[in-house]
């Protein structure tokens, strides 16, 4: 059977922004920035999205369009069964983040209903924890798995291309009409000036609690490190340029996510509710709360959580179609087999998490950093050591001259230093998860140490001779 391939180039752009622009940029990234101080954490975050989001997803890209396989075939493929594993981790982290995702994009689906009636209007507090966990919960997660599941069902080209096309555009357009309407509401401008106004001092103080929030952020985003890029750009036919494409993919999405921000905070202010706290609830309570205040509240309240669970979707199918990938690829499974029967897994991981808050909460806040930042370890220490000057050429494959200047650069940044400062952020929250304080330069040091010992094994094992030529 021949493998799917992308349509065009746009085609391919819009589904990796699709993937990328999610729950993480309206729900996860505002609500950070307000947690960690506003305009000090967007800055951080975008410093992050550069110097490794980016860096990162590039990574991903030259192994999957090497390979033309999904996450555990790429490095069967690329350097022989040893290595598997490392895509192994990329599978778990697709489990852990579409279990939680599902049920929040339920929630999402059950606000855009709700919206048409004016129902959470009244007493927006009690209606989110009255919908949030339970048996409704469950119902809304299976609905928005359905539809998941339904479009990559279709393939590539029919299902993903085609949906993401349509989605990603009207996402655009929905968000940008929201906010130049919310510009007109009076008070808007203190959702402007905390947004946009740089607090150096927060930032100076609480650095170590904030930069792996933002790391952390900066992957979820981009949707790197669980593999889903890499399966993308395993569908890439013709050789363009991979450096082009994914900046290209970063600066839509990070657009995308500040655009969230200008519409969800001036709103915000515009009727008096303070950004505070975080968490789960926070858009759905403060901001849902604050649409029945307006003008024309139930179509506010449709248009953007519609655009939401646009956004939700098109990252949620880029999740599923990591482990159809692996199904069709190295268990010969047809695609509808593989779509049904990894929807019937994530029915019921779903269902767990909308059952109960704490596994939930587990998933989404701390394990899904864990998964993504060690998968993007594992994927760059094979780019930077198994690969080696392979991973260089893939780079600069189909690159113009600027790429190809910024060739070596990006080498020694994913070999070297942000396997390790990856690493740092690793040890940094699993300490966090487990409760022991550890200093800085322990935690640099056990990074360090780490992945040197990683780095060493991997020499030892190298790339079969006949794979190297
Ligand atoms: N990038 C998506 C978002 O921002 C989440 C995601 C993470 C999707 C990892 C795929 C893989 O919502």
């Known amino acids: 059977m021949t493998r799917s391939t992308w349509r065009t180039r746009i085609g391919f752009i819009l589904a990796a922004v699709g993937s990328a622009v999610g729950i993480g940029n309206i729900w996860r990234f505002p609500w950070l920035t307000a947690e960690n101080g506003g305009a000090a ?6 410093v992050l ?6 860096p990162g997803l590039i990574g991903e890209f030259v192994i999957g369009r090497r390979s033309n396989r999904n996450p555990v075939g790429a490095f069967d493929e690329l350097a022989g069964r040893w290595y598997r594993p490392l895509g192994a981790i990329a599978l778990i982290a ?3 983040i579409l279990s939680f995702y599902s049920v929040v994009g339920g929630w999402i689906l059950r606000y855009t209903f709700a919206s048409t009636t004016g129902a959470y209007f009244a007493a927006p507090q009690q209606y989110f924890a009255a919908i949030d966990y339970g048996l409704g919960a469950v119902g809304f997660h299976v609905l928005f798995l359905a539809a998941t599941v339904a479009i990559v069902y279709l393939g590539v080209e029919r299902g993903i291309e085609l949906s993401t096309t349509v989605m990603v555009p009207g996402i655009v357009v929905l968000f940008g009409g929201l906010a130049v309407w919310v510009s007109t509401l009076p008070g808007a401008g203190g959702g402007y000036d905390f947004y946009l106004s740089l607090d150096v001092s927060y930032l100076r103080e609480n650095f170590f609690s904030v930069l792996p929030a933002a790391a952390g952020q900066a992957l979820f985003t981009l949707s790197v490190g669980a593999g889903t890029m890499l399966t993308y750009s395993s569908y890439l036919g013709e050789d363009r340029s991979l450096a082009a494409d994914g900046t290209l993919i970063a600066v839509l999405n990070t657009a995308i996510g500040v655009l969230a921000g200008l519409v969800i905070f001036p709103l915000l202010f515009s009727l008096g509710v303070s950004p505070g ?4 609830g926070a858009l759905f309570v403060s901001l849902a709360g604050a649409f029945a205040e307006l003008p024309y509240s139930r179509l506010v309240g449709v248009v953007f959580f519609g655009v939401v669970l646009l956004a939700a979707l ?7 179609e990591v482990l159809v990938a692996y199904l069709v690829d190295e268990h010969d499974l047809s695609r509808g087999r593989a779509t049904l029967g990894t929807g019937g897994i994530f029915l019921v991981t779903g269902t767990v998490a909308a059952l109960s808050p704490s596994v939930f909460g587990l998933l989404a806040d701390t394990l899904s950093n864990v998964v993504l930042t060690a998968g993007l370890i594992g994927f760059l220490l094979f780019d930077g050591w198994v690969l080696g000057r392979l991973a260089r050429e893939e780079f600069s494959r189909g690159a113009g001259p600027i790429a190809r200047i910024l060739e070596a650069p990006w080498y020694y940044a994913i070999a070297v230093v942000l396997p390790v400062f990856l690493a740092f952020t690793l040890v940094t929250s699993v300490a966090g998860i487990v409760g022991i304080d550890v200093s800085t330069a322990l935690a640099a040091a056990v990074a360090l140490t780490g992945i040197t010992a990683v780095v060493l094994v991997f020499r030892r094992h190298g790339i079969p001779v006949e794979r190297s030529v």
């Not at 999205?49 to 980016?54: A, C, D």
């Not at 706290?277 to 789960?280: D, K, M, V, W």
């Open 277 to 280: 706290q975080g968490g789960p």
């Open 49 to 54: 999205v550069v110097g490794v989001g980016v």
């Open 94 to 96: 697709c489990l852990v």
């Open 314 to 320: 098109s990252s949620a199918i880029s999740i599923l």
């Open 41 to 46: 954490f967007l800055t951080l975050y975008l």
